[in-house]
């Protein structure tokens, strides 16, 4: 039997844009593009509808860009990541973008080889990130990273150094599961990690017990 391939949505305001990056992904064997939107109010009736694994989302567009529109998407319920891809680096906007819900930040000159890998990551739960973007937000985390993080993100990063799956954090937390996505996206930028694995590590070095 074939696996399921990861389906993505591609929100982009040209179609050539959209054209190349479908292009790219339906050549793969294990990623699909379900759906295309030109703006971000038709990127959120397309992802209502579709519930693609992960939505690609361009930053400027007219009407609806795409940091409203990721933050309209998650809070409407949608379960799945959100990586942008833009040609914007600046770091307010990533940082916008990143706050947003975003779990991800690709740069349009990325290697198409970059672009792939990060969807798969995203699909799989992790927070790709330029390293020039990445980069462009490391000053500011330097100092204590651990200072950084609220008190929920603390409890979330805890129960992933625990071994727990992001639907187990929910119960436990009593939060949805999409919340949950949303803060372990915020907490690997945050201290500089791409996966929970890694995150999990960090936790178990730099957080004191609670016992």
Known sequence: MTARRIGVLLVDDHPLVRAGIAGLLDATD??????????GEAALALAAELAP?????????????????TRR???SGYEG???????????????DALDAGAVGYLLKDSEPAEVLSAVRAAASGHAP?????????????????????SVRELEVLRLV???LANKQIAKRLGIAERTVKVHLG???????????????LWARDHLASDA
């Open 129 to 149: 990130l330029d390293p020039r973007v990445a980069g462009a937000l490391l000053p500011s985390r330097r100092r204590d990273p651990a200072a950084d993080l």
């Open 30 to 39: 294990d990623l699909a593009v379900v759906g295309e939107a030109a703006d």
């Open 73 to 75: 998407l998650l809070d």
């Open 53 to 69: 694994d992960v939505v690609l989302m361009d930053v400027s567009m007219p009407g609806v860009d795409g940091i409203e529109a």
């Open 81 to 95: 990541a959100i990586v942008m891809l833009t040609s914007f680096s600046d770091r307010a906007r990533v940082v």
């Open 161 to 163: 150094a625990e071994g």
């Open 186 to 200: 915020s907490v690997f930028r945050r201290i500089g990690v791409a996966d929970r694995t890694s995150a999990a």
